[in-house]
C-alpha cells in the first residue's frame, strides 16, 4: 500500500495557502530568505494532510505542494489500503478543493492534468506486510535480523526503541525499513484508536512484519517515477510497482542462515580465512580488525559457504526468525472480513 505521498499539482487558487511562514534574517536585519509553512487539514479521523502554495513555479497561486498519508486520512488507519498513487492523488484534490476555507479554485485545465497523471512527485513511501506467528515473533525477528541482515548499498540496519529496523535511515535517496506493526500502533501519536478497539484487527497487526520503502525525489527522479503519469502505465493492475520496488530492495538483503561450517569444509579453508571465519563465529565484527580490501575478499570466498561476514553473527541465537521464512511468504493480503466494511476504502481508479 501507499503510506506516504508528498506531491506538486496545479490548482489554482484565490490567495496564498501556509501555516505561517520561517524566515532568516542577516545580522543587519536584512531578509535572507522566507519559506511558508504547511497547513494542516484535519480529516474526519483525526488526522492530517498537509498543504501550502508552491511558490517556485512560473506564476502564482497556480500550484499546490500537499504532503501526508491519503489512506489514513480517508479510512483511518494504515493496516491496510490502496496501491494506487494516481487514484489517491486525484481523490486527495478533489475532496481538498471541496474544502471552501482554502479557496482553491482548480479550473478545468488543472482537472485534465489530474486525470492524465501530470502531478509531480517528490516522495513515495510503499509498505508491504508479512506475517509471523505473533508479535514476539516479529519482534525477535527484528532483533535478530539487527546483528546479521545487511543491505546491498545500505549495510548493516540500525534498531530504533527496539521495534524498527532502518537502512539508509537519513539517505537523500531512499530508506528502507522494518517495523512491527502491532507495536507501532500502540505508539502514541499514531492515532489509530479505532483499531485498538477491535481484537481481530489488533491480532492482525500483531503478526504483522511490515516493510516500508521511502522513495525521495532524487531516486524518484533517478527511476523515472516521478510523475504520477509513470505510475499509470506501469500500475494498470493492483500492485505492481510497489511490489516490484519492494522486492528489489528485499532482494538485495542478505542474512547469516549458517551457524556453523561443517569440519570438512573448515579443514579446506586456507589458515587466514580460517581465522577470519573463527573470528566472524564468535561474533567479532571483522570490519575492525582487518583493512577494507580484505574483508571484502574474505566476504567472497565466504558467501558460497553460506556465511555472509558482513552481517554480525549474533551470540544469543534464541527464537530467531530465519529471514528466508518471509522474504518466500505471501504478503499478508487485506482480510476477508474487512471488505465491504468501513475498514477497508478504496479510491475509485482512474479509467
Not at 511558490?55 to 499546490?64: D, F, I, K
Not at 561474533?283 to 577494507?292: K, P
Not at 558460497?304 to 561476514?309: M, R, T
Amino acid at each position: 500500500m501507499i503510506d506516504w505521498l508528498t506531491f506538486l499539482a496545479p490548482c489554482a487558487h484565490a490567495h496564498a495557502i501556509d501555516g505561517g511562514q520561517v524566515l532568516s534574517l542577516a545580522p543587519g536585519g536584512e531578509l535572507q530568505w522566507m519559506s511558508r509553512k504547511r497547513a494542516s487539514v484535519r480529516g474526519s479521523f483525526d488526522t492530517c494532510l498537509t498543504i501550502r502554495t508552491a511558490t517556485h513555479t512560473p506564476e502564482p497561486l497556480t500550484h499546490v505542494e500537499i504532503s501526508g498519508n491519503p489512506v489514513k486520512f480517508f479510512q483511518g488507519h494504515n493496516l491496510w489500503g490502496s496501491d494506487d498513487v494516481h487514484a489517491l492523488v486525484v481523490h486527495t484534490l478533489d475532496h481538498l478543493s471541496g474544502l471552501g476555507d482554502l479557496g482553491l479554485l482548480p479550473t478545468a485545465e488543472d482537472r485534465a492534468a489530474w486525470l492524465s497523471g501530470d502531478v509531480r512527485l517528490t516522495r513515495v513511501d510503499q509498505t508491504q506486510s508479512y506475517h509471523l506467528g505473533n508479535l514476539s515473533d516479529v519482534l525477535a525477528w527484528l532483533r535478530a535480523a539487527e546483528q546479521t541482515a545487511h543491505l546491498s548499498h545500505r549495510g548493516r540496519g540500525q534498531l530504533v526503541k527496539g521495534s524498527t529496523l532502518y537502512f539508509g535511515q537519513h539517505s537523500r535517496r531512499w530508506s528502507l525499513k522494518l517495523y512491527a506493526k502491532g507495536q507501532e500502533i500502540r505508539d502514541k501519536g499514531h492515532r489509530q484508536e479505532m483499531i485498538l478497539d477491535l481484537p481481530h484487527a489488533l491480532a492482525w497487526a500483531d503478526r504483522t512484519l511490515r516493510a516500508e520503502l521511502v522513495l525521495r525525489s532524487m531516486e524518484l527522479r533517478r527511476l523515472g517515477l516521478d510523475m504520477v503519469t509513470a505510475w499509470s502505465q506501469l500500475d494498470g493492475v493492483d500492485s505492481a510497482v510497489t511490489a516490484r520496488l519492494l522486492q528489489d530492495r528485499l532482494g538485495a538483503m542478505t542474512m547469516n542462515t549458517v551457524a556453523h561450517l561443517s569440519a570438512s569444509v573448515l579443514d579446506s579453508l586456507r589458515p587466514s580465512l580460517r581465522m577470519a571465519y573463527q573470528s566472524w563465529e564468535a561474533g567479532c565484527d571483522l570490519r575492525a580488525i582487518v583493512s577494507r580490501p580484505t574483508f571484502y575478499r574474505y566476504r567472497a570466498d565466504l558467501l558460497p559457504h553460506g556465511i555472509d561476514i558482513a552481517a554480525l553473527n549474533p551470540k544469543e541465537r534464541s527464537n530467531v526468525v530465519p529471514l528466508v521464512r518471509v522474504l518466500e511468504a505471501v504478503p499478508a493480503p487485506v482480510p476477508d472480513w474487512a471488505h465491504g466494511t468501513h475498514l477497508y476504502w478504496e479510491p475509485r481508479r482512474i479509467a
